[in-house]
């Protein structure tokens, strides 16, 4: 700021024009600023976590920007791509909430047909039909009941065999002597013998053969009871495949069902942000200006203190010796006078600048600020003014 202050100037305005000159921003709005400071100052928490984090993983983000960068003609292509596509593109998201319904259907159906396999396969309480596995119990089971039979006529022929085999029948048996020469019968021999030797044998030879397929008949009825035990397993497995197909189905459906609104809708978005009131107090000109004593405790709200102009009695004082000895006022500036209680406010300001921390920037701005305007101060005002 340039020129002299009015005794009436509001001090928070004229350190806001200030500041407006020396940013050259038309648009600057302190209390803007002071809400983004405590916003800022409530998520600090946060912003710290961010760097941290941004700092951990710092390598791994620089190695992301090196790949994107060596890619960036890759990249370029396919945003050309889309571009010169995006005709295309664009009907395919309208076509794609019906997309996503017959895909969905679909996919339903598919789990629908894989419960049925499963309940065929494993079975179903409701459902009366046989399945596959209790048919491989049956079979397993009608096996075993035919490797018993085997074995009982197994045993049956081979008791059979040894009655054949004790059945003796007479034998007769002639002899013979030779007289001059001739065979002439002499007599009979009376024996034993077998009546079907054969047959015994062959009966006990099927006996044993008939054990062995039983022995074979249930090597398979095992093996058909661990089939039955694999199709329940798969059975269970496709009906819980049914289920999740089922609602992946349901849940792409329900997707095509959103209602997304026009494409040219515009939405509208209220962020609300709680700040507490925040003002500056009388005669904190200066300490503002060094740097704005902000009260940073989030849960107190400050009460709001009208301001009023930091001139004090020392600047008519001021003005009134000026205008009656100008020499004395132009050759000794500090030879005036300044009343205890704007020393006490000054002091005041003072301690509340060196309580608060505040950018270095904004404070070597405000010293310059505050010379500049204890220069103006100091310099006498002409007689016209002073009358």
Known sequence: M????????????ALELELEARLNMGDFDMDKMMDV????????????????????????IMATVDVVMRNRQAFLNVLAWAQRHSARLVDLADALPVLLHKTGDGIEAAGNSARQAGRFLAGSKDDDATSASELMDLAAHALEQ????LDKAAELLGVLGDEIDDIRIPRLSPRFVEVMGVRVVSGVDVGEANLMDTAAKRLKGGATRLAKVGVDLETVAGKMRNLGG???????????VGDQLGGSGELL?????????????????????????????AGTLDATRAGPALDLEPDTPAVPVKTKSTKSTSTKSASTKSASTKSASAKKPSAK????????????????????????KSTTAAKSTSTKSK????KPKPAADAS
């Open 375 to 378: 220069s103006t101060k100091s």
């Open 37 to 60: 400071v405590e916003v800022m100052w409530r998520n600090r928490d946060k912003i710290m976590d961010t760097v941290d984090n941004v700092w951990d993983n710092w390598d791994d």
């Open 146 to 149: 035919c490797r018993v039979e």
């Open 230 to 240: 694999q199709l329940t397993e798969a059975g269970a497995d496709l009906q819980s």
């Open 337 to 360: 006078k300044t009343p205890a209680k704007s020393a006490t406010k000054a002091s005041t300001a003072k301690k509340k600048t060196t309580t608060k921390k505040s950018p270095a």
């Open 253 to 281: 459906r329900s997707l095509s069902l959103l209602d997304l609104g026009p494409a040219d809708a515009e939405e509208e978005f209220e962020i609300t942000v709680e700040i507490p009131e925040r003002d500056f107090a």
């Open 2 to 13: 340039t020129g002299q202050t009015p005794p009436d100037f509001d001090d928070q305005r």
